[in-house]
């Protein structure tokens, strides 16, 4: 891996970069070098005063400066909120962070910098809108049996911290429950099902637009219904639980806003009577594990 980096980046050394656009805050003398994985981008930012702030970001072009897509995000050193003028700052990007590969022969350029106002100070956060569907499959260890279900949940992402509400469904269904009543046994006495919504919080580990490592904890309340073998009885009996579960998550991005990945939970909550009886003889507590389809928008 190392042997294909070294070869793309001697690729790179023949490439042709281009200064930025000027502004009343000016970027000069943008000079890109390659060190080994990563590019240095280099420039001078005059026409500030020493208390003034600008958000700086680069941008590249593989057609000559025609067009430049969206700002680097796989960047360190001097990006983001820059306060004052200086010479020969620097900005790292890790190229294979967040390109495959860069084979391009008309690459350029460019730094914006753009000051902000004191009240424009929340703009430094970086949003971002994340949309899961997530399948899964559950392992109940109280008794025999298996569960399956989906839930959807949206979460607003400042930088690396997220918040949001969460919704699913679920359905259980077991092998043998041999529940007794006097002097009948019934082995399969219904199945239950339900609904849950809740919110949550997650923090993604990684700073890549390529992969997501979040562990997240999620607080909500579920309606449990279970429906009876109609052999045993035609009712119906339903509780409320307030229940929690962590999790770690990873996704991987597949196309421009669709990432695919796998989450693996642990619910926990209070022991609860599903089947009547004159004790508590089942919880939801388990492990899950499902596939996540995610949809992530960057507001820029």
């Not at 280099?42 to 680069?58: R, W």
């Not at 994340?130 to 392992?139: E, H, Q, Y």
């Not at 679920?170 to 919504?197: A, C, H, K, M, Q």
Request: aromatic share 16%.
């Amino acid at each position: 891996m190392k042997d294909a980096f070294r070869c793309r980046i001697i690729f790179l050394a023949g490439l042709v970069f281009s200064p930025s656009g000027f502004f009343a805050q000016r970027i000069d003398n943008v000079r890109p070098e390659i060190e080994g994985d990563k590019i240095h981008i280099y420039y001078d930012l005059t026409g500030l005063s020493e208390d003034q702030s600008v958000l700086v970001k680069a941008f590249m072009s593989t057609d000559g400066g025609k067009t430049y897509g969206e700002a680097l995000k796989s960047v360190t050193g001097d990006a983001g909120i820059i306060t004052g003028p200086g010479k020969s700052r620097c900005i790292v990007w890790n190229v294979f962070e967040e390109v495959d590969e860069l084979v391009s022969l008309d690459v350029k350029f460019k730094v914006r910098a753009d000051l902000l106002q004191s009240q424009q100070g929340a703009q430094s956060l970086q949003r971002t809108f994340k949309l899961d569907l997530n399948t899964n499959i559950g392992s109940k260890p109280v008794l025999d049996y298996r569960s399956y279900g989906f839930n959807l949940k949206g979460a607003i992402y400042l930088n690396q911290l997220g918040l949001g509400l969460r919704g699913g469904y679920f359905r259980t269904f077991r092998s043998e429950i041999n529940y007794s009543d006097g002097s009948v046994n019934y082995p399969d006495t219904g199945y239950y099902w339900g609904y849950f919504g809740g919110a949550f919080i997650e923090y993604d580990f990684l700073r890549s637009t390529k992969y997501s490592l979040y562990p997240f904890l999620f607080l909500g309340q579920a309606k449990v219904l279970y429906t009876y073998n109609t052999d045993y009885k035609t009712d119906e009996f339903f509780k409320y639980s307030v229940f929690g579960s962590v999790g770690l998550g990873f996704d991987v991005h597949i196309a421009r806003f669709f990432y695919l990945g796998t989450e693996l939970e642990y619910f926990v909550s209070p022991w609860m009577d599903v089947v009547p009886s004159e004790d508590p003889d089942e919880s939801l507590d388990g492990f899950c594990i499902g596939i996540v389809f995610k949809f992530v928008i960057d507001p820029g």
